[in-house]
């Protein structure tokens, strides 16, 4: 019984914790604008809406244990409704978000079906296929879609009584936007729903035998992960005012997957660290070489992936992890064992600092608090 | 309350169970034992819809259960534990029992990602209820740990607490004691015993420990080569000539 009182007094600590992290990023957030330059501003507006599409890509991926390489495909899905509603119907930017958003879910769904039955690397084959296919596509298209040469419609426009320059509105409505949607996502997680998603990445017919319905939880997960996509996708189109097929090309599907496993997959902050990667990474590559960025690009991943298997936001956990092992702590030794017995193929115990295996989280309860996975996800294991 | 009648499956050449039936009466604890590969796991597999026999039938209280789609068979009070842990291993343990409640829950996907009210108060609910289970077990202070990384016998138990989520009538505990030590293996039947008594569950199990299996079951299904050989109490299956020979062995 103690030990119960004991839990609600830590939770309800680490509940303010929260609260007070939440409100200092929001604050943060919120008052960027007015502390940076148009340019930088932009910056992070970009940031914030590859965050989206990385949360999506999270659910799918990271919660799911599903792949997908066509995410870009969904991403121009989103982007080119919400330029085409604007070229030709001349709706206003707010009307184009849930159409883009109803309509990539639907996308999404369709795919959910094949994803049903293939796996692993034929699944990620089907959704690359979408997102090679998607831009000549575009091409072809030329009535709707401005063929090659793309669209260009408005951004974004401040309205007069808020006073605001159009980096900075922009910047905020996308904050806005970002934030349910990253809210949306921690919901559906923290649910009997992710449970039920994260049951099926672990082991599929358990899950089944304890009555979760497969099919309309993975192709959900897909629906969901592409909707997610399409709208940041849709703020594309409306911070940077202007589409073309080659702004879309299968290379984004592939430097999102790369953004949300250098963030972290199956963390709930992974993707807005991983988007901060997609987005900065590639400019500063291109500062230290410019004959070469893609190697520069390259190279960083295989650095991040050697000093962080489990991505970004499992650092902290990780060197903290390190710190405590390397410190003499004869106390904490047995509570470890049974991790080290329950991994044959871990490496010997003198390389377990560079290891990437749960025994990050029961040495740091700070970390399974911020996840709700319970266990940072063993990437290289997979 | 199940009644096996029949049932066959065949893998390609291999016959793995040929016309197996028997009864389970509400209340009762059934053991199947038999040699490995007689077809134990896969009349389990065929009870949770794992697989579909070739022919055959398999009633639920008077329901086809041939008829249901995986999935719902956990709705309709059938829950079962895996042969070598089925666990969840990268979920927290208290999590892995909560998801054995999900047939139990109604929570959709847009509900779900709104957080409205009563979302909340059903994961309110299912939680309780996990920890109920999980003290009820003994694993109240491992609730927090990922279900991978903690020892065996502990693993068997989140494994019975998750199955129990269920709220099952009918149990299905496929080898409970394999790999467990003699001293576990004896704290586990008393809380099988324990259990089925509190949770008024009716018991199948398969397990080669015969000590285990013959002082918990009423009643004794010896399968041999996908065949059904002999049936009758634990008393009467101990004196079956074929049950000797098949299974038990006599003393060199």
């Keep these: ?382 | 309350m199940l009644a096996v009648d029949g049932i066959s499956v065949r893998f390609g050449g291999i016959t793995a169970l040929d016309g197996v039936g028997f009864t389970v009466e509400p209340g009762t604890a059934v053991g199947l034992i038999g040699p490995n590969g007689a077809g134990k796991t896969t009349l389990f597999n065929c009870l949770t819809r794992r697989c579909t026999p070739d022919a055959g039938t398999v009633r639920f209280e008077g329901e086809d259960l041939l008829a249901l789609p995986p999935h719902a068979v956990a709705g309709r009070g059938i829950a079962r534990t895996f042969q070598n842990l089925g666990l969840f291993p990268r979920l927290t343990v208290r999590e892995n029992v909560m998801v054995g409640a999900h047939s139990r829950g109604r929570t959709g996907h847009v509900a779900a990602a709104l957080r409205l009210p009563r979302v909340r108060r059903e994961e309110r609910e299912l939680r309780d209820q996990a920890d109920d289970l999980l003290r009820r077990l003994g694993l109240a202070d491992v609730a927090d740990h990922p279900a991978s990384g903690l020892p065996f016998g502990t693993l068997k138990r989140v494994e019975l607490a998750r199955a129990l989520a269920v709220r099952p009538r009918l149990l299905l505990l496929d080898e409970p004691v394999n790999g467990l030590s003699h001293g576990e293996v004896g704290h586990f039947a008393d809380l099988v015993r324990s259990v089925r008594e509190d949770f008024d569950l009716t018991l199948v199990v398969v397990e080669h420990h015969m000590g285990f299996v013959m002082g918990l079951c009423d009643k004794v299904v010896c399968l041999d080569f996908g065949r059904k050989i002999a049936e009758g109490s634990p008393e009467e299956i101990q004196r079956n000539g074929a049950v000797i020979e098949a299974y038990l062995g006599v003393a060199a």
């Design chain 1, 1 to 382: 019984m103690s030990t119960i009182t004991a839990t609600l007094g830590t939770d309800r600590a680490r509940r303010l914790r929260a609260a007070l992290t939440v409100l200092l990023a929001a604050a943060v957030a919120v008052g960027a604008p007015f502390y940076f330059a148009p340019f930088q501003v932009f910056q992070l507006t970009m940031v914030l809406l590859y965050a989206v599409a990385l949360a999506g890509l999270n659910l799918l991926v990271g919660f799911g244990g599903q792949i997908s390489l066509g995410h870009g495909a969904f991403f121009a899905a989103g982007a080119y409704t919400a330029a085409v509603m604007l070229d030709q119907y001349d709706t206003g930017h707010l009307a184009t978000l849930p159409v883009a958003a109803a309509g990539c879910f639907l996308l999404g769904l369709g795919f959910g079906v094949p994803a049903l039955r293939l796996r692993g690397l034929y699944l990620a084959l089907v959704t690359l296929a979408f997102a090679v296919f998607l831009p000549p596509l575009l091409k072809r298209l030329e009535p709707v879609t401005g063929g090659s040469m793309g669209l260009t419609v408005d951004k974004l426009q401040p309205p007069a009584w808020s006073g605001l320059a159009e980096d900075q509105w922009v910047y905020l409505v996308v904050l806005a936007v970002t934030a349910v949607a990253l809210l949306l996502a921690r919901n559906l997680l923290r649910s009997r729903v992710g449970r039920a998603l994260l049951a099926v990445r672990d082991n599929e017919s358990a899950a089944e035998v304890m009555g979760v319905r497969l099919s309309l939880h993975k192709t959900l997960a897909f629906a969901w992960s592409a909707m997610f996509a399409g709208v940041a996708g849709c703020l594309y189109t409306w911070v940077i005012g202007f589409v073309s097929p080659d702004s879309f090309s299968f290379v984004l599907s592939i430097t999102l997957l790369a953004g949300l496993v250098v963030g972290g997959l199956g963390s709930l902050y992974g993707p807005l660290l991983g988007a901060a990667f997609v987005m900065y990474v590639p400019s500063v590559s291109q500062d230290v070489s410019e004959a070469a960025p893609g190697v520069v690009f390259g190279l960083l991943i295989i650095t991040v992936m050697f000093v962080a298997p489990t991505g970004l936001a499992g650092l902290p956990g990780r060197v903290r992890a390190a710190v405590a092992r390397r410190l003499p702590r004869p106390a904490a030794a047995p509570d470890r064992t049974p991790e080290a017995a329950s991994a044959p193929d871990a490496k010997p115990e003198s390389q377990s600092a560079s290891e990437p295996s749960a025994t990050d989280t029961p040495a740091d309860p700070a970390v399974a608090d911020a996840e709700p996975v319970g266990a940072p996800p063993r990437t290289e294991k997979e």
